[in-house]
């Protein structure tokens, strides 16, 4: 159980357009996901949390209007990179986590490459 | 903000040798949970600890949850080429009305045949 899935698993878009990344938990309803962001050989820092039908809140340095997050149901959350550019190359990562217990559990991750 | 310290940073092993690492935080958590992370995936639950001096184990892998709740250790026992991978730790408290993880950088595991 408590599986997290993710896609695209990669993606190449030129610098400008915008990218949308789905998350998805498989077998249980998500109360709250998350999003990560890693870059090589670093830990994964957090940078927002959404909750069903309520606006995400991102944490301190990340731009709202730049990682458009929508929680739509309580298995599907997206995270949509508006104008693309090369520094928002990274592995992003989702979680999401069941009503008990209250442990993230990740999806396989999101390569996105902006060229 | 709140830091996790993990160390070591990398260890280099022989195959059946046993592996020890560890977190510490100045912050008080409520869960303490140890992830294992293969390249170009998602970090693996591995073991979750609730309980201040908790002691839980997994197979080959044990953890303890501090005492004082700032601290946990990650021992792996007669470690096995599959074991290669980064470890985290993740420290998980109420902010802003969510529980959000804070991670550790990671302890990059090499074990050689």
């Known amino acids: 159980g408590a599986v997290v899935s993710q896609h695209p698993s990669w993606v190449i878009c030129k610098s400008g357009t915008s990218v949308k990344i789905e998350c998805r938990s498989l077998?249980?309803?998500?109360?709250?996901m998350f999003w990560y962001r890693q870059f090589p050989k670093q830990s994964l820092m957090l940078m927002a949390t959404?909750?069903?039908?309520?606006?995400?809140?991102?944490e301190q340095g990340v731009e709202k209007d730049k990682f458009l997050i929508n929680h739509a149901s309580l298995t599907l959350s997206t995270l949509t990179v508006t104008s693309a550019h090369p520094e928002d190359s990274s592995f992003y990562i989702c979680?999401?986590?069941?009503?008990?217990?209250?442990?993230?559990?990740f999806g396989p991750g999101t390569r996105l490459t902006v060229t | 903000g709140q830091q996790l310290n993990q160390s070591p940073q990398s260890m280099f092993i022989q195959e059946g040798e046993d592996v020890s690492m560890n977190c510490t935080s100045s912050?008080?958590?409520?869960?303490w949970l140890w992830y294992k992370q293969d390249p170009g995936e998602g970090p693996v639950l591995l073991i979750a600890?609730?309980?201040?001096?908790e002691l839980t184990s997994n197979g080959r892998l044990t953890a303890q949850f501090g005492i004082t709740r700032k601290d946990s250790f990650l021992n792996i026992s007669a470690s096995i080429p599959s074991d290669v991978g980064i470890y985290f730790c993740?420290?998980?408290?109420?902010?802003?009305?969510?529980?959000?993880?804070?991670f550790g950088k990671g302890t990059k595991l090499t074990v050689n045949p």
């Open positions: 993740a420290g998980q408290t109420l902010q802003g009305g969510s529980e959000k993880l804070v």
């Open positions: 979680s999401a986590t069941p009503p008990a217990p209250y442990e993230q559990y």
């Open positions: 600890l609730y309980k201040a001096g």
């Open positions: 959404s909750n069903e039908g309520s606006k995400a809140t991102y």
């Open positions: 912050s008080i958590f409520n869960t």
């Open positions: 077998d249980f309803q998500a109360t709250t």
